[in-house]
């Protein structure tokens, strides 16, 4: 997987990227990644500056369309195609993990983080195939947006994980949220590791692991047990759930 990311912060991107797994996969290969930063490509005679004044009124400034428009001719013509280009906004379609799965497909994928109140929506119709949002809340530009998109895409490309297994089991592959983890030691303060983690006993441990999974998606994310695959044992269970709850 090819990365280039159009911002004007690109140290902000290569730095916070060059950590831990994601880190360790660009040394080995999997993964690269550069930064490009949009102002390299503003207009001669404006100086650096790359944003103006809003058409129509109103607060703020707009990214101006042309530098964002040579910063991406001259990605295309490094890659020599147009490759999926990627724009973070809060106005795109909500980041999640099938959307995470099919990114991570591509070869190549081109970021483009925004600034300021946006950007020229010519050149957004121009060169961007996908708009993503990472949530409903505002962020002050798509760099962070962005992080989070590669880090969640990164993690699907084969070989970054190196326990292939543990890009399966976990929160939302199965549309329910992982069960608790507890390592050493046995006892801190009173609070005690789950007997049944200690008893050796597999079956009986998925079993517990999936019913605290179905447990935590009913208290906290209960729309998700709607898409939730959910067997004959586990309907059961949470009908005891809901059974008990409503005696509360
Ligand atoms: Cl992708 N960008 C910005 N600026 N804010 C956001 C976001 C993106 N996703 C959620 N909030």
Known sequence: MRYYVMTLFPEMIMEGMHTSIIGRAMDRGLLSLEAVNIRDFAEPQRKSRIDDYPYGGGAGMVMQAEPVYRTWESIVGKIGRKARCVYLTPAGRVFDQPLARELALEEDLIFLCGHYEGIDERVVEEIVTDQVSIGDYVLTGGELAAMVVMDAVSRMVPGVLTNELSGLDESFSGSLLEYPQYS????????????????????????????????????????????????????????????NREEM
């Open 184 to 243: 050493r030691p046995e006892k801190k303060k009173k609070k005690e590791v789950p007997q049944i983690l200690l008893s050796g006993h597999h079956q009986n441990v998925d079993r517990w692991r999936r019913e605290q999974s179905i447990r935590r998606t009913l208290e906290r994310r209960p729309e998700l047990l709607e898409k939730a695959e959910l067997d004959k044992k586990d309907r059961k269970y949470l009908q005891e759930l809901l059974a």
